[in-house]
């Protein structure tokens, strides 16, 4: 960015494991993220209370907004335009294609196909990585998608010129005309295709929470090696997105040959992960001992069994890790919780699947493997 220029990041983001926050930190940028909801729906009111609050505190040149990877851009563009008396102005939607994995991803969601649809500008990334045949068949795809919008080839090692991505003064989503809000032949396509509930159509998402025994260091704790080994078992196809934080041990210490245990941040992503060591001060493994060790409403009114782990006393135990899963997830559930290598005595699982949900808590202070909890489940649903 031009020397002086000021701009702020509004992130937004599924679960609420702050993983871009804290990448960002450890580079010196101030991110406000946006988590446990969507911008395009759920976190509708408080994206304007988000974008009037960074601009009382830093009035910044520009704000970029990165949302989630299914969220229609559409609703996020009529709230900055309801808010140009408050002197915001939509410049752009810019929208990022995985020349990799964008056929996949695709076809499991309308959402990526609207999104490729309506967007000023699309950045073709990871096309090094594909064949010149492949790259041609994803850019036909998105031509049928979008004739109109320009096509950019954003390279690993050269950053996109603002230059390029400013200044487009877009006309996609004006509160008037044949995009607006209130425009019914716009909204039944939309609607058509359920982008009321387009979360629930095109991706399971898994969280997983574990904890370990404050005062046992060791009991819980994985090895760089084994997790990354259970990483690699993760389909591409399937599991779109991986991020949170582990503690981890044999993490090299820096200027020594000596490993060390520490919390880790993990951001997988379609088959790739990279794996951050973070320092203990920004306390990211420390969460607020109440949230965490209370149910999800929407699971635990009737089923008693799953306030069992909420039972114990918030200084015996200290997260270990937290994890948000997305993709196609259902044959992946086991292999997901129980195939890293660790015996974590006390966890919590929430899972939202597209036809049903599930939670899952277990309380395992004496001796017991992952494997016997596994099928105590599975002996528990025959």
């Not at 704000?63 to 851009?73: D, H, L, M, R, V």
């Not at 068949?137 to 950053?159: E, F, G, Q, S």
Request: charged residues 25%; contains cysteine; proline residues 3%.
């Amino acid at each position: 960015m031009p020397k002086g220029y000021k701009f702020c990041l509004l992130k937004n983001e599924f679960g609420d494991v702050k993983v871009d926050s804290q990448i960002a930190k450890l580079k010196n940028i101030d991110v406000q993220e946006m988590t446990n909801g969507c911008l395009c729906c759920v976190l509708v009111g408080q994206m304007k209370e988000g974008l009037l609050e960074l601009k009382e505190k830093y009035n910044p040149d520009r704000i970029i907004i990165e949302t989630s990877g299914s969220a229609f851009p559409g609703p996020i563009a009529w709230q900055v335009r309801e808010l140009a008396d408050d002197g915001f102005v939509l410049d752009s939607i810019l929208n990022v294609v995985d020349c990799k994995n964008f056929d996949g991803y695709a076809d499991n969601s309308y959402t990526a196909q609207l999104q490729a649809k309506y967007t000023d500008l699309v950045l073709l990334t990871k096309h090094e990585g594909v064949s010149e045949r492949d790259l041609d068949r994803v850019i036909d795809r998105v031509n049928d998608l979008n004739t109109d919008a320009p096509k950019v080839y954003v390279h690993v090692d050269k950053p996109v010129s603002p230059e390029l991505i400013f200044g487009l003064d877009t006309k996609l989503f004006e509160l008037q005309g044949a995009m607006a809000p209130n425009n019914q032949t716009f909204q039944e396509e939309l609607d058509r295709h359920g982008k009321k509930s387009h979360h629930k159509n095109e991706l399971d998402t898994m969280e997983v929470k574990c904890f370990s025994d404050r005062n046992n260091t060791l009991t819980g704790q994985l090895t760089l090696e084994k997790f990354e080994t259970f990483l690699a078992t993760l389909d591409k196809d399937e599991v779109y997105r991986l991020k949170g934080f582990v503690r981890l041990s044999g993490i090299a210490q820096e200027g020594s040959d000596q490993t060390t245990s520490s919390i880790c941040v993990i951001n997988h992503a379609f088959g790739k992960w990279t794996i951050t060591p973070v320092p203990e001060k920004l306390n990211v493994a420390h969460e607020d001992e109440e949230k965490r060790t209370q149910c999800h409403d929407e699971h635990c009114h009737d089923e008693h069994h799953h306030h069992h782990a909420s039972s114990q006393k918030n200084e015996d135990h200290e997260l270990q890790m937290h994890l948000i899963i997305m993709g196609d997830l259902w044959a992946y559930k086991y292999k997901l919780i129980y195939g890293c290598g660790a015996e974590y005595p006390i966890g919590r699982v929430l899972c939202e699947y597209k036809a049903s949900s599930d939670v899952i808590t277990w309380d395992k202070m004496h001796p017991g493997t992952y494997n016997e909890f596994v099928a105590e489940q599975m002996a528990a649903k025959q």
